[in-house]
């Protein structure tokens, strides 16, 4: 199986900030990389798709970029409702998915 | 409206079984791939099963192989999961997903763009 590994479970940080989120693939995964937002209490939603596409509605604060094996989703211009844990997955393969990064606001 | 709708979570003791069932609406059901998703309360998210558009293939985490069966009713727009064999560690919050194809020129990938609100699964003596 591929693994996943997003190497911070948790960060802070302030409205208005901008908050970069990574997560490093085993092996090479091209760009079969997406991003899930989830918020307490509430089912994943996907955010990205294919690494560095936005997903329909999703604001344009979000954004993901990378290929190969190191990805990042950044979240420009913090708001309160981004509080949530943030998960990427690889569809290289058998899905997997990343151990999750919790974002709180300061 | 578009939705996945999950059902049959329960409390099992240890060895015992269970079958959930994802109700799909205002899609067509019956093209899209399928997924289960479990969370344990407070953890992350970890692949559980697949099943393609008919039903003619299944695969399994290799910590359900064997225990647990995908299988879908297209005329019923419904997911199952026969789960059986039940350990402690099964115990978390199972989600149901559909899979779409996204591409991005030069590629496509599947992505799982939409969720059911989960069933809460307890295996306990």
């Known amino acids: 199986d591929i693994q996943l590994t997003q190497s911070a479970s948790s960060l802070s940080a302030y409205v208005g900030d901008r908050v970069t989120i990574t997560c490093r693939a085993s092996q090479t995964i091209s760009t079969s990389l997406n991003w899930y937002q989830q918020k307490p209490g509430e089912a994943p939603k996907l955010l990205i798709y294919l690494a560095s596409n936005l997903q329909s509605a999703v604001p344009s604060r979000f954004s993901g970029s990378g290929s190969g094996s190191d990805f990042t989703l950044t979240i420009s211009n913090l708001q309160p409702e981004d509080l949530a844990t943030y998960y990427c997955q690889q569809t290289y393969s058998t899905p997997t998915f990343g151990g999750g990064t919790k974002v709180e606001i300061k | 409206e578009v939705q996945l709708v999950e059902s049959g979570g329960g409390l099992v003791q240890p060895g015992g079984s269970l079958r959930l069932s994802c109700a799909a609406s205002?899609?067509?059901?019956?093209?899209?791939?399928m997924h289960w998703v479990r969370q344990v309360p407070g953890k992350g998210l970890v692949w559980v099963s697949r099943i393609n558009s008919d039903g003619s293939s299944t695969t399994y985490a290799d910590s359900v192989n064997g225990r647990f069966t995908i299988s879908r009713d297209n005329a019923k727009n419904t997911l199952y999961l026969q789960m059986s064999s039940l350990r402690v560690e099964d115990t978390a919050v199972y989600y149901c997903?559909?899979?779409?194809?996204?591409?991005?020129?030069?590629?496509?990938?599947?992505?799982?763009?939409?969720w059911g609100q989960g069933t809460m699964v307890t295996v306990s003596s």
């Open positions: 997903a559909r899979v779409s194809l996204y591409c991005s020129t030069p590629r496509c990938s599947d992505a799982f763009d939409l």
């Open positions: 205002g899609f067509t059901f019956s093209s899209n791939w």
